[in-house]
């Protein structure tokens, strides 16, 4: 059985956040998806949210944060 979790570790363990920012208009419309957050590291790689597994739509990012309990699609 694959190691999602495990897999997705080794890769983000240890990165430092630089910006959270959403996909262009352009990058948007060339999916046809809403505004979606991206996380963007300081080493430049990145992580996005995404309604499902092939990428069909954009996602929203929920926190555990009582600030800001949701990253919603669709911000500027």
């Known amino acids: ?11 983000f363990k ?3 956040i630089k910006r959270i920012e959403y996909t262009t208009k352009k990058e948007s419309k060339e999916m046809d998806w ?5 996380i963007i590291f300081t080493d ?3 992580i ?3 309604g499902d597994d092939e990428g069909n ?7 555990s944060s009582k600030e800001m309990s949701v990253i919603p699609q669709g911000g500027w």
């Open 48 to 50: 996005m949210a995404s």
């Open 57 to 63: 739509h954009g996602g929203a990012f929920f926190t």
């Open 44 to 46: 430049n790689s990145w």
């Open 1 to 11: 059985m694959k190691d999602w979790s495990g897999d997705a570790t080794k890769i």
């Open 34 to 38: 809403q505004r979606t957050p991206i």
């Open 14 to 16: 240890g990165k430092v």
